[in-house]
């Protein structure tokens, strides 16, 4: 393999594979953003019961390995009275609704952002949360309340009502999962990828300008006169 080819293999390769980096890191930061948070974005939520709870979400030996320790992240805003939100241990959720009409989520689409719920019957009515201990992670205010929990080994739910306890539940709510270092690590792919795509144009301009060595010409043929 001439110098030449070998130095538009080796930019071609570069660029390419910078270019891969790059782009990969850029929609990295595009999803998550610079609080490296992936986000739903703002919905509109309602329900005739005491609460919105979602089903039991079950961690067994977390490590929050390289990428740090994730949390969840909810917010509500929009309502026309207090609202609350916050992370329980399931079993401790489970007790404190029991006997009273909330709506389970079973499932969710983000593109259309669409819920399905089971709905729980009920007749009792659910003292304000506010006054409950188990709460590991929790916010309320007059008419928004946001909070983040760092996941943890365990079964926990996360529940959206009324500060009061009283039902219908009419809010913007906003999901996250926060990974801390996704942001960083985007834009380390996104440098790194623009760093070596310009590695890689050098050396393929460098290769385009190098000229292939001519040919040896053969000498030309020497011939004797023979007298006789």
């Known amino acids: 393999m001439s110098k030449r080819t070998a130095l538009i293999a080796a930019g071609i390769i570069l660029t390419v594979g910078g270019g891969v980096a790059a782009a990969g890191g850029g929609a990295l930061v595009a999803a998550v953003g610079s609080d490296s948070t992936v986000s739903t974005g703002h919905h509109a939520i309602t329900s005739q019961t005491s609460a919105l709870v979602t089903e039991e979400g079950d961690f067994d030996d977390f490590d929050a390995g390289v990428l740090g320790h994730p949390g969840i992240k909810a917010s509500v805003s929009g309502s026309d009275k207090p609202v609350f939100v916050g992370v329980g241990p399931a079993d401790a959720v489970d007790r404190y ?6 709506e389970t989520v079973t499932d969710f689409d983000v593109r259309p952002f669409e819920l399905t719920t089971t709905v729980h019957e009920g007749s009792a009515r659910l003292t ?11 916010s309320d205010g007059s008419s928004a309340a946001a909070t983040t929990w760092k996941i ?23 999901f996250g999962l926060h990974v801390p270092r996704l942001t960083a690590i985007g834009r380390t792919l996104l440098g790194g990828g623009l760093g070596v795509m310009l590695i890689g144009v050098t050396v393929l301009v460098l290769g385009l300008r190098t000229r292939t ?12 006169t023979v007298s006789i």
């Not at 943890?152 to 906003?174: E, F, K, Q, T």
């Open 97 to 102: 609704l029991a006997g009273t009409e909330f």
């Open 128 to 138: 304000s949360p506010l006054d409950e201990s188990f709460w590991v992670a929790q």
């Open 152 to 174: 943890h080994d365990g079964s926990y739910r996360l529940v959206i009502m009324n500060a009061d306890g009283s039902p219908g539940i009419d809010v913007d709510c906003r």
């Open 213 to 224: 060595p001519a040919a040896p010409v053969d000498a030309a043929p020497q011939y004797v």
